[in-house]
């Protein structure tokens, strides 16, 4: 005996209402997608749920893929077998002893679709939990809130036997949202925004400012090594190196140094919003966290913000430091980013950064300076990497993957 399907619930997709077919579509194709080294399994979907048909193929290892897929709510292993009470004793036992945890309680819910079917729902259940109980030690009925609650329904075809529900990732499904640009400086924080921003179905290409010699070939490494922790959310990402040197220098040159932050903040912005243009992205995904450092208070980002009106949107912006970190942790990103390679922001911190710096000023400051043919050439000398689990190149602009 072993699972044939599982069940796969949608959660948030489930509060949609004319557009929905459009969402379970995209997540339909991202789990094909995902499944590709399974040529057994089979994939159908109905408006509330979807199942995987396994045909053979290892549950679990399923179900592990599955389980990082955004717009997945719950996962749950299922078993079909026949109207036989012998046979369903057999499978409820087996679901029980297939459980990654081991419960201290459980119910038997049963229904009956069939009317036919010739033992009623307290007889099923009664049947199949003794049966459980005699193989089983230390196990206990909970019929108002047990750990594990197995869910029998009859049905004119079969019956259906299913209980342990798995977490999904949650959110919208990849790409459901539009495009976005993720400033990717090799910290802590952008890898965990460019995470949430994925998780409300955004799809991500990443852009980092590169400034040799003053910033070495290692933390270039450590944000292509970023980038991949990040594809293996999508299979296959985008990112855009920058080469930040000549205009970095000019700042530290033409602008004053407490301004030189701030300065180097906007045309960042302005190159990553020519960027975003010419992927016909919509938005620009920052890490940045309400008052954190001198650049990311809110006087600060006022001054800054003015340089495009293109969307700017920070996932941490409430977030503790302690928090982002713990979830950097759970996604294998804070290794990466606790190398002691720096970046270009911290290799030309000033001594004393303005907290409050003010518009007029910046830009009176920036008004003695050409930057527009520096920013053109940025964007032209860019570099674009395709990342992915399988290769770390430079390539074409990557396929859609989805």
């Given at each position: 005996m072993e699972f044939d399907h599982i069940?796969?619930?949608?959660?948030?997709?489930s509060t949609k209402k004319r557009n929905r077919k459009r969402f379970v579509d995209k997540m339909k194709n991202n789990i094909k997608w995902v499944l590709r080294d399974f040529p057994n399994a089979a994939l159908s979907a109905s408006r509330e749920r979807m199942y995987v048909i396994l045909n053979g193929e290892n549950h679990n290892e399923i179900i592990e893929r599955l389980r990082g897929i955004f717009g997945i709510q719950s996962l749950s292993p299922a078993l079909k077998v026949n109207k036989d009470l012998d046979e369903m004793k057999k499978a409820a036992l087996y679901y029980y002893?297939?459980?990654?945890?081991?419960?201290?309680?459980?119910?038997?819910?049963?229904?009956?679709?069939?009317?036919?079917?010739?033992?009623?729902?307290?007889?099923?259940?009664?049947?199949?939990?003794?049966?459980i109980l005699r193989n089983s030690e230390g196990l206990k009925v909970d019929v108002k809130n047990p750990d594990f609650?197995?869910?029998?329904?009859?049905?004119?075809?079969?019956?259906y036997l299913t209980g342990e529900i798995i977490r999904g990732a949650g959110g919208l499904p990849l790409g459901s949202s539009g495009k976005a640009m993720l400033m990717l400086s090799g910290g802590i924080d952008s890898p965990v925004?460019?995470?949430?921003?994925?998780?409300?179905?955004?799809?991500?290409?990443?852009?980092?400012?590169?400034?040799?010699?003053?910033?070495?070939?290692?933390?270039?490494?450590?944000?292509?090594?970023?980038?991949?922790?990040?594809?293996?959310?999508?299979?296959?990402?985008?990112l855009h190196i920058v080469p930040f040197t000549d205009i970095q220098l000019l700042i530290q040159k033409q602008i004053p140094e407490n301004y030189t932050m701030t300065s180097t903040r906007r045309l960042m912005l302005r190159i990553a919003d020519k960027i975003r243009e010419k992927n016909d992205a919509m938005a620009i995904v920052t890490g940045e966290?309400?008052?954190?450092?001198?650049?990311?208070?809110?006087?600060?980002?006022?001054?800054?913000?003015?340089?495009?009106?293109?969307?700017?949107?920070?996932?941490?912006?409430t977030m503790?430091?302690?928090?982002?970190?713990?979830?950097?942790?759970?996604?294998?990103?804070?290794?990466?980013?606790?190398?002691?390679?720096?970046?270009?922001c911290t290799v030309f911190t000033p001594a004393a950064?303005?907290?409050?710096?003010?518009?007029?000023?910046?830009?009176?400051?920036?008004?003695?300076v050409d930057f527009d043919s520096l920013i053109e050439k940025a964007v032209e000398n860019t570099e674009t990497l395709t990342i992915s689990r399988q290769s770390k190149k430079a390539e074409d602009p990557v396929d859609d993957l989805f």
């Open positions: 069940i796969i619930r949608y959660g948030e997709i002893r297939q459980l990654s945890e081991t419960p201290g309680t459980f119910k038997i819910s049963a229904k009956r679709s069939d009317k036919d079917f010739p033992y009623s729902t307290d007889e099923i259940n009664h049947e199949l939990g003794g049966h609650n197995l869910r029998v329904e009859a049905r004119k075809e079969a019956v925004a460019g995470y949430f921003s994925m998780k409300r179905g955004l799809e991500i290409e990443c852009i980092h400012f590169y400034s040799p010699p003053f910033t070495s070939e290692r933390s270039r490494q450590k944000v292509i090594d970023l980038t991949e922790k990040l594809s293996e959310l999508s299979g296959g990402m985008k966290s309400l008052g954190q450092v001198a650049s990311q208070t809110l006087n600060s980002m006022f001054a800054i913000n003015e340089v495009t009106n293109t969307p700017i949107l920070r996932p941490l912006i503790d430091k302690t928090d982002i970190i713990d979830i950097a942790r759970e996604l294998d990103t804070l290794e990466i980013s606790n190398r002691p390679y720096e970046d270009c950064p303005k907290t409050k710096p003010q518009r007029e000023k910046v830009n009176f400051y920036e008004s003695f």
